[in-house]
DNA sequence: ATATAATTTTATACTCGATACAAGTTAGGA
DNA sequence: TCCTAACTTGTATCGAGTATAAAATTATAT
């Protein structure tokens, strides 16, 4: 990690109102980096290799927390477990392919997406099941 | 129930390609009823009372027969239980309330929302979270 | 109609993502 | 420095959902 990217990614905490801790830190860092969309199981087990001493706890916990202060967004595609997406993106929808469970990010204009008069709504999800054109053309 | 829907339920049953069991009729009936997006224990705890040999494990099979066979839609918008709806109704979206956990319908156009050339979708949708009117009277 | 095969339902045990809790650790303010 | 609050850790636990096998029901063939 670059002292700029540490910087950003500490400022990142503290405007959301979150203390920075090392394992805040490693973990937001992880999901701002990555694309694939990971569990908190795939998150834990990622960086432990590095950080033995990190608890599986501690990563729900911290991916509950930006969650909840909007630093990242959880991905409930499926009843399987729950996937987390860095928030500070262009927003998008997800779409799960059937065949291999990936999670693809897939381009949308969201701003028509509109609740009834009375409803605050905080969040939006677009979410898209099918095949994946890698799948589709396997089985075909 | 009236003749009518009993023979409306066989038909939407044997047109999925599924066989008319009293189980699956009994549950595909409250399904269809019922406007409270139930979880699959809640489908369960309702019938168990008339019915009482029924098994919590058929409700389970029998909504994910459902769910395969596009007779119902499942609706993953929290990470807690999967909840279901029937899905021979005009497409629409759902509110799911952070404070009293509620799922609402909300009336949408979906047609715009269209995934990537290659990729093939049979299932759209659109979640939105934050506080319902009610909630959000409660508390302002 | 009766035996046999196939399907469905039931009941129990189990899996595993997620959480509650308590003890230990760290950080910041007086 | 000490005190307090916040954070992390590890263990135990919860609960939605599933695997499995036996029992029951339904369909098919003779």
Redesign the interface.
Known sequence: MTDSNRHKLHSMLTEAGIRPSIQRLTILEYITSCKSHPTADEVYSHLVTDNPMLSRTTVFSCLKLFVEKGLVN?I????D??RYDDAHRIPH?H?MCRQCHRI?D????MS??K??D????????????????EC?KLIN
Chains 1, 2 share one sequence.
Not at 76 to 79: G, T
Not at 106 to 109: K, V
Not at 123 to 133: A, R, S
């Open positions: 959880d409930d595609i499926s009843s477990s729950t929808g779409f693809f897939i381009t949308l204009d028509a997406l609740v009834n009375g409803f605050v709504c905080d969040n939006v999800n677009v979410f898209f099941k099918g095949l994946c054109p589709k």
